[in-house]
């Protein structure tokens, strides 16, 4: 059975830094694409960026762009989302997700259940 | 545009059906994906592929599309079925991923 759970969020200042990871299990973690979609409060989703499996391809939606780092380590089958320059827009629940294939990052089969974020002073 | 819209809203009778509607230029080359997110819980993937149900998804969700607008039908809805449902699929550079703002769907 596959398994996410993500860890790492928390409450930070504005300017602040966070690292999530993602734990998975059930499933040969080097060989599919990875996500972060993040969901601000009674807000929708987003999807923030991905990897691709094989050739370290990285992805990001514009506004995090240069801010967060998004990395992955096979042997520990664990992604990261290292978190820069915090914003208090970037509060969300962030979510790690399982692309369907090795370069699918829009079909999203499994999800963590997610971890709290909140930028604030 | 780089943008899905979907409705905020829709209300069904139980046991009828209701379609929910996704628009956006990226459909023009990529397929739509729906998730069900009930609420306090993570997203589910639902169709994908067009119209590709993945394993535990009742058959009474199916998809479809035509031209910018990809669709997402209940047929003989059920209480369960009251979530917000989300599409997304790939941006042109098909690099990125783009989700629509989500609609509320009400089981009267």
């Known amino acids: 059975e596959v398994h996410l759970v993500e860890s790492g969020g928390g409450l930070v200042q504005p300017g602040g830094s966070l690292r999530l990871s993602c734990e998975v299990s059930g499933f040969t973690f080097n060989n599919y694409a990875m996500s972060w979609v993040r969901q601000a409060p009674g807000k929708g989703l987003e999807w923030v960026s991905g990897t691709r499996a094989g050739y370290g391809f990285t992805y990001y939606v514009d506004s995090v762009k240069g801010r967060f780092t998004i990395s992955r380590d096979n042997s520990q089958n664990t992604l990261y989302l290292q978190m820069n320059s915090l914003r208090v827009e970037d509060t969300a629940v962030y979510y790690c997700?399982?692309?369907?294939?090795?370069?699918?990052?829009?079909?999203?089969?499994?999800w963590g259940q997610g971890t709290h974020v909140t930028v604030s002073s | 545009s780089s943008e899905l819209t979907q409705d905020p809203a829709v209300s069904v009778a139980l046991g009828q059906t209701v379609r929910i509607t996704c628009q956006g230029d990226?459909?023009?080359?990529?397929?739509a994906t729906w998730y069900q997110q009930k609420p306090g819980q993570a997203p589910v993937l639902v169709i994908y592929?067009?119209?590709n149900r993945p394993s535990g998804i009742p058959d009474r969700f199916s998809g479809s599309s035509s031209g910018t607008t990809a669709s997402l039908t209940i047929t003989g809805a059920q209480a369960e079925d009251e979530a917000d449902y989300y599409c997304n699929s790939r941006d042109s550079s098909g690099h990125h991923v783009i989700f629509g703002g989500g609609t509320k769907l009400t089981v009267l």
């Open positions: 997700a399982k692309g369907s294939s090795g370069v699918e990052l829009a079909i999203l089969d499994s």
């Open positions: 990226s459909l023009r080359t990529s397929y």
């Open positions: 592929s067009q119209n």
